[in-house]
Structure formats: structure tokens, C-alpha cells
């Protein structure tokens, strides 16, 4: 099996998810993923839960986050850890960029 270890921005492309988000997934293999995430200001991720533990940072903009019962007021630099099937969505309140990533790989990202 060849493991494939560089993902040029080139070679991604940006998806338009809808609704003010798009998301360009960038290095990964079966174990874990990188994608990079973009908000519109006012763009909102319904809550929802996967399997998938995630980690995600602030490159930009300022967000509000729930995660379980808890929302965080986040911003460029902070971070934020969701466990597997935990609820969990976010409000844009400025525009900016997350940097979302997923162990193990999200195949419907692909």
C-alpha cells in the first residue's frame, strides 16, 4: 500500500457546503483528517453529533460554540476538543477560517 504524504492547497479543491460554509479537506489517510473550514458571518453549523473524536482551531473570526451543554465564545488561536458522539455546532459571529481535525477520517468528506 502507498501512503500519500503531501497534499499540495493546489490539489484541493474548496467545496461550497451551503449556507455560507465551505470546506477544503487537505492531508489525511484512514486515521485521521485535516480540513480546513470557511464561515460566512452569521453562518450557522446545526448542532450535531458524529463518531468521530474532533479537534478544531480558530485561524480566524470569532465564533460561538456549544459543545455538550457548554458554549464558548472562541477566536483566532483557540481550541476546541469534541469527543466521539458528543453534540456539538457553531455560530459565525465574525467571518473566518477553523481548521477542523477528525480521527478517524470522515469517508464522507471524500
Excluded at 30 to 41: A, I, L
Excluded at 66 to 75: A, K, Q
Amino acid at each position: 500500500m502507498t501512503v500519500k504524504n503531501y497534499f499540495p492547497a493546489t490539489g484541493n479543491t474548496l467545496v461550497d457546503v451551503g449556507g455560507g460554509l465551505t470546506r477544503k479537506v487537505a492531508a489525511h489517510n484512514d486515521n485521521v483528517m485535516c480540513v480546513e473550514v470557511h464561515f460566512e458571518t452569521g453562518t450557522v453549523a446545526a448542532l450535531h453529533s458524529h463518531p468521530h473524536e474532533q479537534i478544531t482551531y480558530v485561524i480566524s473570526g470569532k465564533f460561538a460554540f456549544t459543545v455538550g451543554t457548554e458554549t464558548y465564545t472562541v477566536s483566532a488561536g483557540d481550541s476546541l476538543y469534541k469527543q466521539p458522539n458528543i453534540e456539538h455546532g457553531a455560530t459565525c459571529l465574525e467571518a473566518g477560517t477553523l481548521l477542523d481535525i477528525f480521527t478517524p477520517h470522515r469517508a464522507d468528506f471524500l
